[in-house]
């Protein structure tokens, strides 16, 4: 992931930058039907010539240690395959890959976030990677349903998950004990008890609504929890304007009117209230984990109280993924394959990130015992994912999140907000299906 104070910003900026690179895409030979290329049988390991890899990602923040080390000890462990790490902020990132793979010129292999998989997958930037996960092993029993679904699309799978990365609730320990709050909230009741008891103990504002990042993940959640879907399957329509988003979004507003938040709070400033001490919950990633660490801020971790229904929190994933490759050098896709596997079966290591492995295997090894996110991990089944559409990210930066800013803010109603800009975000779905097909 990106740096903390970054990173709404940065995904905002990624999503735009994924808009210019379908279109660079669209502008490129490949035709409009993925999957033309399939990833060559996985033989598990690999006896050729020396080869190196060009490996991108976009862990620029604390996580990339963590993954140059893994890296490492790869390239340790192999001596005729040497992978070399190109590291770029994800907004570059996505705007660089489709032309650098449309001239010849991408990665061997590289990490992308899950809800990327279709956009590049439509324009044939990535190609299927279901012969790999075939010649691992891994199959639907060795992760969540949703996130084995999300890595499809057109009945292929384009990524190897890594790890599940979602939202949690972090709560400031000492408030709480001045508070006489013994157990974190799981549920509304309990969470509006516990903000009346911080209020009560003399923390004016507890809870902080910020209007933009990472509150669209906020009411996502809630929509989830409610029972609801942001958007239609087959990406023909939005629908965050149901009933649980309205539900959704008048109770984020209601955090505001009820006096536990300041009326206006910027994209991240709730995080940077937390870590100083100024309010006692926030809600943000699991991404945050070793910044908190770092901070020395008595705190504890665990998973979204269930406040609009049954438990369910937004989540993504960095995803393995094979770059289609106009002349195929059959050594470097080989070794790439075995990198792949090689980061999948390691992937407990990319716990210390402040991860969660997608692997159950991994997972359940015991890598997480003692962590900060092993009660986050425990409640795994209850992440969800946005459906694998095609620029699903960029409609959503400029219709959803738009509403939701405009609710949170009071600029308008609940209800009318998303009402406009489901109809907004329904017509640039139909859009997105003429153009790329449904």
Request: hydrophobic share 40%; glycine share 10%; with cysteine.
């Amino acid at each position: 992931m990106t740096n903390h104070t970054g990173r709404g910003r940065t995904v905002r900026a990624a999503a735009l930058a994924a808009t210019g690179a379908l279109a660079l895409a669209a502008c490129s030979g490949g035709g409009d039907t993925p999957g033309q290329q399939q990833a060559a049988e996985f033989t598990g390991t690999y006896d050729g010539p020396e080869v190196t890899l060009s490996y991108w990602n976009g862990f620029t923040g604390g996580d990339g240690p963590f993954m140059q080390s893994m890296v490492d000890e790869f390239n340790a462990e192999h001596d005729n395959i040497t992978v070399e790490s190109n590291t770029i902020e994800w907004a570059e990132f996505y705007q660089k890959l489709p032309a650098a793979v449309t001239a010849g010129e991408g990665p061997d292999v590289g990490v992308m976030h899950i809800e990327q998989l279709s956009s590049n997958a439509v324009r044939q930037v990535i190609d299927p990677v279901d012969p790999l996960l075939e010649g691992i092993g891994l199959t639907a029993d060795d992760f969540t349903q949703e996130i084995w679904d999300a890595t499809q699309y057109e009945g292929q799978h384009y990524g190897v998950p890594l790890d599940v990365h979602s939202l949690a609730m972090y709560y400031n320990t000492e408030h709480f004990e001045e508070a006489g709050i013994t157990e974190p909230p799981t549920d509304a009741e309990s969470f509006g008890a516990a903000l009346d008891a911080l209020q009560e103990a003399g923390h004016e504002h507890p809870f902080w609504m910020p209007a933009r990042w990472p509150a669209h993940l906020m009411f996502l959640s809630g929509v989830w929890q409610g029972g609801g879907e942001p958007y239609a399957a087959d990406g023909a329509s939005a629908t965050f304007d149901s009933a649980e988003g309205v539900e959704t979004l008048e109770w984020m507003r209601s955090i505001v009117d009820d006096g536990y938040s300041p009326a206006s709070v910027d994209a991240d400033a709730q995080y940077v209230a937390f870590k100083n001490g100024e309010t006692s919950i926030t809600f943000d990633g699991i991404w945050q984990i070793n910044d908190l660490e770092e901070s020395g801020l008595p705190y504890a971790a665990v998973p979204v109280p269930a406040l609009l229904g049954e438990q369910a929190t937004w989540a993504s994933s960095h995803q393995f993924f094979l770059p289609h490759q106009n002349d195929p050098d059959e050594d470097k896709v080989a070794a790439a394959q075995v990198f792949v596997a090689w980061m999948s079966e390691h992937s407990g290591e990319w716990a210390g990130a402040g991860m969660i492995p997608a692997r159950e295997s991994v997972r359940t090894s015991g890598v997480l015992d003692g962590t900060v996110q092993e009660p986050i991990a425990d409640a795994i089944d209850t992440m969800r994912f946005l459906p694998p559409v095609p620029g699903l990210g960029t409609i959503q930066a400029e219709t959803l999140e738009v509403a939701v800013a405009d609710g949170v803010l009071g600029d308008r109603a609940p209800d009318v907000a998303l009402t406009e800009e489901a109809e907004r975000a329904t017509a640039l779905m139909e859009e997105n299906l003429a153009r790329f097909g449904g």
